[in-house]
């Protein structure tokens, strides 16, 4: 049975603060963050420059991919995803290889940068590697030592003009429609969006005296509070009751959902954004609840660590400054 998840009580939850937190959230992660962000951004600058003059097309792309890190810079997240690929190709005869530098960009902050290709030689058949890698997004995964050591690859491809240059929208290459796939993506969104607010109201609705670690003299009224309060101040009572609230509240969501709603949300994963990533136009995907569940896990976490409320506030400023991070 597919879940209808705009159906659930909203008696809770203030929107308004969950809108407040995520734009703090991110705020928070792209000031932290500023260094490689500028790095990317002079990247896409000098791109602009080395590889001029474009096609007016890919030129308008690359100006919106430029535009977005700008805005990055400021919390603001992106409306589109949108990527960058510098490729090359070597074949003399008996040998060859490919290599590509690929930077991308999704909806939801998250930076994926890394460098690939292939191997073959004639008798011998053919090998892939992986080389670099950089991960970072607003949700907390992160990989790599910063962008730095890419960027400095980057740049000499940039410079080379074997590397061929495309720029990606949604997806697609600079040109081609793929409004389906948009339209996915926006669902599934607006699908997770829902799940994250049922998760919270759930467990706000968790009260009873017996499922509250903090005491009744803490101020806090559900588990909700207790948990944001544990995300921004140290560590007060054991973690686990917590996690298995979380994941017991998410998996229950998720039983309601239909196979074709798990697939929709999993593309939002980092694993279901690299499959879309490496398999362009593969429309049946395997989706794994496991990965699902730990998205939803870490998108409350970081919620939690933002959100305000007076009950919240009132707690950790009795915790004084030396208690909170």
């Known amino acids: 049975m597919a879940v209808n998840v705009d159906n659930r009580n909203e008696d809770d939850l203030d929107d308004g603060a969950f809108e407040r937190a995520e734009r703090l959230r991110i705020s928070k ?3 932290r963050n500023g260094g490689d962000i500028q790095l990317i951004t002079e990247l896409l600058e000098s791109i602009k420059k080395q590889r001029a003059p474009l096609k007016p097309e890919k030129a308008k792309a690359l100006d919106k991919m430029l535009g977005a890190f700008v805005n990055l810079a400021k919390g603001e997240l992106p409306s589109d995803w949108l990527a960058i690929r510098l490729s090359t190709q070597t074949n003399y005869g008996t040998s060859g290889g490919t290599r590509t530098y690929s930077l991308t960009l999704d909806s939801d902050g998250r ?22 890698e950089y991960v970072n997004s607003p949700d907390g995964e992160r990989s790599g030592y910063g962008f730095g050591e890419l960027s400095l690859q980057f740049d000499e491809a940039v410079r080379d003009s074997e590397y061929e240059l495309i720029v990606l929208i949604d997806d697609s290459s600079v040109g081609e429609d793929n409004e389906e796939e948009e339209a996915e993506r926006i669902a599934g969104k607006k699908m997770a ?13 968790m009260r009873d005296p017996s499922v509250l670690q903090l005491g009744p003299g803490s101020g806090l009224r559900d588990v909700w509070d207790e948990i944001c309060v544990q995300a921004q101040t140290v560590c007060l009572v054991p973690w686990e009751p917590y996690k298995m609230a979380i994941h017991g509240i998410i998996e229950g969501i998720l039983d309601d959902c239909s196979r074709n709603q798990l697939r929709t949300i999993w593309l939002l994963t980092p694993k279901g954004t690299d499959w879309r990533f490496e ?4 429309k049946s995907p395997a989706p794994c609840d ?24 009132g707690y950790c400023d009795r915790l004084g400054p030396t208690d909170t991070f």
């Open 290 to 313: 496991a990965d699902i569940i730990e998205f939803f896990y870490t998108d409350l976490l970081s919620k939690a660590s933002d959100y305000e409320n007076a009950r919240i506030r």
């Open 193 to 205: 969006r829902r799940i994250v607010q049922c998760a919270m109201r759930d467990l706000q609705r």
């Open 279 to 282: 398999n362009p136009g593969n």
């Open 111 to 132: 930076i994926l940068a890394d460098c690939s290709g292939s191997e073959w030689q004639a008798g011998s058949g053919s090998d892939t590697w992986s080389g670099a």
């Open 29 to 31: 992660w792209a000031e």
